[in-house]
């Protein structure tokens, strides 16, 4: 019996009734990754500690019994493994293997689930294509040559050709959403603090959050279950008490309030993404939800504002590469200072250099005020503006992205700015800190498209509540991409 | 032309908590290289700091004494520049919202008090090592110093000369020992400063061009190297040239001050607010709980001392200017019946020996169990004053203890009259001429006998018993 698309609950009943083992399992999962090799969705694979943990699984050696024991699991490559390689997708980690793993990894991991490999990216996260990535590009499943998005671009693909059930993802401006929007798969970025940041390395470290993707709301709500939690490593994740996911995702969502951003003009879409956006609001409305027309007056300045503090943070976080005391030192220096400039010309690739420079920019003596704290500044005033609109509406309801997946090379090659834009719908809720999801809702063009749904801080519930309920009634989430051409 | 100078100084003061600033790694000075170290203190990827609050309650009693603000709610921002010994390339210090703002020391010299004030006072962590000369062709990196947490004070530029630097420099000393907040070991890099001098034509208000003297880390070197930099100053600007403002460097081998960089090639430090911290937030209960658990200061202890154990005032003053001293004194006083005494050999012989070697009595070998034993000994009449000087030497070269040295050394002294009367008769016999001198009115030769006792006894004779007994036969 195939194990390929299944979902997690679908896995977890085969493992319960027996008809598969949990090695068994395994050993399907790594035959998968090796047929879709094209896909170029892993960067490093962890295939003999996976089987020995499935073994210990099946020999009853794991007393935790969890939604995830048994189940097969991509880690975004951002994610420090202890004793597994870590590369961010980046040359100058290509030999790093960290000592520790990940809140993240290791809570996944204490559940039971079996780290199968380490998912390609873009570079250190920077990029909405995986274009940026120094092992390759990522197919996007549906379609050969075009991007799976980004930066969660391997897990995204990993799930979406039924290799795994789910991945981890991390989201700064769209990185989970809008990936999982171009592949036809759920993701979902948490309210900033809901999951640790300790051991997943840092981009852009206020905008930072760690996700699932997988292949519903259900999956991702386990998912997010095993995940959240305070950690006193991280004094940003948040002291609250995270409530089961699952509890409250069955119940009726009618009388629900979904705001409509008057800002977005959704005119300006291709038209059949406007018409996906459209059946979806009438199949809400169908359910019982309200739709509310809302403003977020600040909202257009939402993408200058980002790209004003990502790279700032980017460029402070990143200094750590220097080439003393990890990962890669170019062999062409002859002092200090080329040391540092060798190493992270070689080290770095193009899209994290521009990042590094933009940064630096706007921190330097005399532009700190102009960019940086203004854009601290405006910050506060978009996340105001969602503050306010909450008191009418308990979701909003935006397109993930303003177009499908694109072919390589057709964005950012020449203008990387183009590419900043596909960030458009998602990164607001970066920057405002709170949770939204990307579930799946219908093609264009043989290509998915996502729909998001933004929701109050730490109010996961209503989004997954309100994504499974839609799940439960369509079968946009159910599609499978042929794979004809892998 | 006359000159006036003008000095602002910062100081680094590590603080004395047993884990450093953002990581649980351990403090302790003189490790083997690298061992104290974890994942955030080598910056790996992925790890993330978090606070030390034992740091700001040491930050807050330094503000508390000095009556300074406290903000209570204060943030950390990150200062950016690639070093190898930093190993996150930037280093998390405080900017904007210090946790100390404001205060003032007193200071005292020949020319009596003045008042320095404190700008602020912001908590930082500390940089690694970079050792340039052990390993040929390489420098290599010690990251057990990383993330230690430093104190920095910042004067206002207040001080008008070298001998001030030096008298601010040991207020500041006495002060965040008797806080308890640091063991102000100068030698190990506790207490280390930069010096920004400048100077002006007198009644001139323009301030002159700065110079920095960095990491100064002994009174001695503050007070040659600044007054180093003023002459240089001086004969610069007599000689028309101008200053250059830049940071120096002390070469305490040649005394003298030479560049390590000019300002142009400064780094831009790209200072901004740390976003893996949340504002550390002090609340009113912590606060009052520093202020009832505040430790004793000098003048307290001084008359504490005058009061109790009824010390005399000089004595008293000296022992609690040092809070080693201090706190030596008061752990040897629990044993010891003549607290006079014990006080009269802390400030006599045993501040000498410390000032010779320039160290404090908690860089001796020295203890508090040996020296009550010591002056105990002294006290019950088992050895003289002049014995114990000889025990205190050996002591303080190997630490050992009083009573062993006594026994290896055959040291007890000799009270008993049998034995003294028996060395007198024999010393009288062997100077007959001498006696018949003396009995002839020559009283100065009663000395003469009392050195013979001595001497023969090598001085373990009680010199009481010596002198009665001896009047006793000289009369005869």
Redesign the interface.
């Known amino acids: 019996m195939s194990i390929q698309f299944k979902s997690i609950l679908e896995l977890k009943s085969m493992l319960n009734s027996k008809t598969i083992s949990s090695s068994e399992l395994i050993e399907e999962t790594f035959k998968l990754t090796k047929d879709l090799k094209d896909l170029n969705c892993f960067v490093t694979m962890n295939e003999d500690s996976a089987k020995q943990k499935a073994k210990q699984i099946d020999q009853g050696k794991y007393k935790n019994n969890s939604y995830l024991t048994g189940i097969p699991l991509g880690q975004k490559d951002l994610f420090c493994t202890e004793g597994l390689r870590t590369t961010c997708a980046s040359k100058i980690l290509s030999n790093f293997i960290p000592p520790y793993s990940a809140t993240v990894v290791k809570k996944l991991e204490d559940s039971g689930s079996i780290t199968i490999g380490k998912t390609n990216m873009d570079e250190f996260a920077m990029g909405s294509s995986n274009e940026t990535s120094f092992y390759g590009n990522v197919h996007n499943p549906w379609k050969r040559n075009y991007v799976p998005g980004g930066s969660s671009g391997g897990s995204a693909a990993a799930v979406a050709a039924g290799i795994v059930p789910a991945s981890t993802g991390t989201d700064t401006g769209g990185s989970i959403r809008q990936p999982a929007a171009h592949c036809g798969i759920t993701g979902m970025k948490p309210t900033y603090g809901k999951v640790s940041r300790w051991g997943m390395v840092a981009f852009a470290s206020s905008l930072d959050q760690a996700g699932p993707l997988a292949r519903s709301a259900e999956d991702c709500a386990i998912m997010l279950n095993e995940m959240s939690g305070h950690d006193l490593k991280d004094t940003t994740s948040l002291d609250v008490e995270h409530t089961d996911l699952l509890r409250s995702i069955n119940n009726p969502i009618k009388g629900i309030k979904i705001g409509i951003v008057k800002e977005f003009n959704l005119n300006d879409l291709d038209s059949k993404i406007q018409e996906r956006f459209q059946d979806s609001k009438k199949l809400f409305e169908k359910l019982g939800a309200k739709f509310i027309k809302i403003s977020l007056q600040n909202i257009s300045a939402s993408v200058p504002t980002y790209y004003s503090i990502a790279p700032a943070e980017c460029s402070s976080n990143l200094s750590r590469f220097d080439g003393v005391k990890f990962g890669h030192r170019s062999k062409n220096s002859n002092n200090l200072n080329d040391l540092y400039i060798q190493s992270r010309s070689e080290g770095f690739g193009d899209e994290v250099k521009r990042r590094i420079l933009i940064g630096t920019y706007a921190l330097s003596a005399g532009y700190y005020d102009a960019y940086y704290k203004k854009a601290q500044q405006v910050r506060r005033l978009i996340k105001n503006d969602f503050e306010s609109a909450f008191e009418t509406v308990d979701l909003i309801m935006t397109p993930t992205s303003p177009n499908t997946a694109f072919e390589f090379d057709s964005k950012g090659a020449q203008n990387p700015v183009e590419l900043y834009l596909e960030d458009l719908f998602t990164i607001s809720s970066n920057l405002a800190g709170l949770p939204a999801i990307s579930i799946p809702h219908g093609m264009v063009d043989n290509l998915p498209v996502g729909l998001q749904l933004i929701g109050n801080f730490l109010r996961e519930d209503k989004i997954l509540n309100a994504a499974h309920v839609f799940q439960k009634n369509s079968e946009f989430h159910l599609a499978k991409p042929s794979l004809e051409d892998f | 032309m006359t000159w006036e100078t003008v000095i602002g100084i910062e100081t680094h003061v590590q603080l004395s908590t047993k884990t450093k600033l953002f990581s649980r790694a351990s403090t302790t000075f003189g490790q083997n290289p690298n061992t104290n170290v974890n994942?955030i203190d080598?910056?790996?990827?992925?790890?993330?700091?978090?606070?030390n609050k034992e740091a700001f309650y040491k930050a807050i009693r330094f503000g508390l004494a000095i009556g300074a603000k406290i903000n209570q709610t204060s943030i950390f921002d990150?200062k950016?520049y690639?070093y190898?010994d930093l190993?996150?390339?930037?280093q998390i210090t405080q900017m904007d919202l210090p946790i100390v703002l404001g205060g003032s020391v007193e200071i005292k010299t020949k020319e009596g008090t003045k008042i320095i004030n404190v700008t602020r006072a912001h908590l930082e962590e500390d940089a690694g090592k970079s050792i340039h000369d052990e390993f040929d062709g390489y420098s290599a990196?010690d990251l057990n110093r990383a993330g230690t947490p430093l104190l920095e004070i910042v004067s206002e530029p207040e001080i008008s000369n070298a001998k001030e630097a030096v008298a601010y420099m040991k207020a500041l000393h006495q002060l965040v020992t008797f806080l308890d907040i640091s063991d102000g070991k100068m030698s190990q890099g506790s207490l280390r400063c930069d010096a920004n001098v400048s100077i002006k034509k007198k009644g001139e208000t323009k301030l002159g061009t700065r110079t920095e003297i960095k990491n100064i880390n002994s009174f001695k070197f503050i007070e040659k190297a600044i007054n180093f930099e003023i002459n240089r100053q001086i004969k610069e600007l007599e000689n028309a040239n101008s200053i250059t403002q830049e940071t120096r460097l002390y070469d305490s081998m040649k005394d003298e001050t030479r560049p390590m960089r000019s300002k142009e090639f400064a780094n831009?430090y790209?200072?901004?607010p740390e976003?893996?911290?949340?504002p550390v937030v002090i609340s009113d209960k912590e606060l009052k709980k520093i202020k009832e658990t505040f430790p004793e200061l000098p003048k307290e202890k001084l008359n504490r001392y005058v009061d109790e154990y009824k010390i005399p005032d000089n004595d008293a003053k000296i022992l609690s200017s040092s809070k080693s001293l201090a706190d030596f004194f008061e752990v040897s006083l629990e044993n010891v019946e003549d607290k006079g005494l014990l006080a009269k050999f802390l400030v006599g012989d045993i501040s000498s020996l410390l000032n010779k070697e320039l160290i404090e009595i908690n860089e001796s070998n020295l203890t508090p169990e040996n020296i009550s034993k010591l002056i105990n000994l002294i006290s019950d009449g088992t050895i003289s004053g002049k014995i114990a000087k000889v025990i205190l030497d050996k002591t303080w070269k190997k630490g050992s203890k009083p009573e062993e040295i006594i026994e290896k050394e055959g040291l007890t002294q000799i009270s008993d009259d049998k034995e003294i009367k028996k060395i007198i008769e024999q010393i009288l016999k062997e100077n007959s001429n001498q006696v018949k001198a003396y009995l002839a009115g020559k009283e100065k030769l009663f000395g003469f006998f009392v050195g013979q006792v001595m001497k023969l006894t090598q001085g373990k004779a009680n010199p009481k018993t010596v002198n009665s007994i001896l009047k006793e036969k000289l009369k005869k």
């Open positions: 994942l080598c910056g790996l990827p992925g790890v993330l700091p978090s606070v990150r950016n690639f190898p190993p996150k390339g930037y990196i831009d790209r200072y901004f976003p893996d911290l949340l």
